[in-house]
């Protein structure tokens, strides 16, 4: 039987594009570089006196514990609710921010209807993140005719992030906007000029000595020590 040259042609072509590699068919979500995260939040309730924004002393000890063991964290978005009236519920939340600013946890006012009267309910908002499967060099680099990037690509960007955010909670939605909590803030400037700044060798360096005259100098070397 004698084939016609166009039936040929198209045969052929069709074991040349059987040959090749499946590169055109490669899309991004064959290496997803995506952070995951996953919601830790937990809820803490405390009880004061009736009528007073005097804590109950065995809540305040529990609480003091928490934050001194890490299960409420300076990295945790903590959000009181307090009941009562405006300004009793104000002071109330002002005794909860007392107790944890001690601990550099810096707490947040967020009003709510549902608490009860002599009650203050503490928002722990917590976030575990899990960073992609990096590196990723699934896509074959050889024959890319689609002139996509490559697998890989971003891997390091997105592992980082995940790596250095302070507050994972802020990769869902930004810090609410207000003034700056002051406690934490002059407590780095003290442990600054005390010498008492850790790094990450958890060696003391950096110790500033006054001088006379008013000027300041800076002392080589580092000591070994806690803050």
């Known amino acids: ?10 045969a052929l072509l069709l074991a040349l594009a059987s040959c090749g590699p499946p590169i055109s068919q490669y899309t991004e979500s064959e290496a997803p570089k995506r952070l995951t995260l996953d919601d830790a939040t937990t809820h803490v309730d ?22 001194a063991t890490g299960a409420i964290a300076p990295a945790d978005r903590v959000l009181v609710s307090a009941g009562g009236n405006p300004a009793l519920a104000a002071a109330r939340v002002g005794a909860v921010s007392a107790e944890l600013v001690r601990y550099g946890v810096v707490a947040s006012a967020r009003p709510r209807a549902d608490v ?8 722990v908002v917590r976030y575990l993140v899990t960073l992609p499967p990096c590196p990723n060099w699934s896509k074959e680099p050889a024959n890319d005719f689609t002139n996509t990037v490559e697998s890989n690509f971003r891997c390091a960007n997105v592992s980082n992030l995940g790596r ?14 207000g ?7 002059v407590t780095a400037v003290q ?3 005390e010498g008492r700044v850790t790094s990450p060798g958890g060696a003391v360096t950096g110790s500033t000595t006054a001088t006379p005259g008013g000027g300041g100098g800076t002392s080589g070397g580092s000591t070994t020590g806690t803050p």
């Open 1 to 10: 039987m004698k084939l016609h040259p166009s039936s040929l042609t198209v």
């Open 191 to 193: 442990r600054y000029l």
């Open 179 to 185: 003034l700056a909590a002051g406690p934490p803030a």
């Open 164 to 177: 250095m955010v302070a507050n994972p909670a802020d990769l869902v939605s930004g810090q609410p906007l």
């Open 46 to 67: 405390v009880r004061f006196s009736p009528g007073s924004a005097v804590m109950a002393s065995g809540d305040a000890a529990r609480l003091r514990h928490l934050a």
């Open 116 to 123: 009860a009267p002599d009650r203050a309910n503490i928002e």
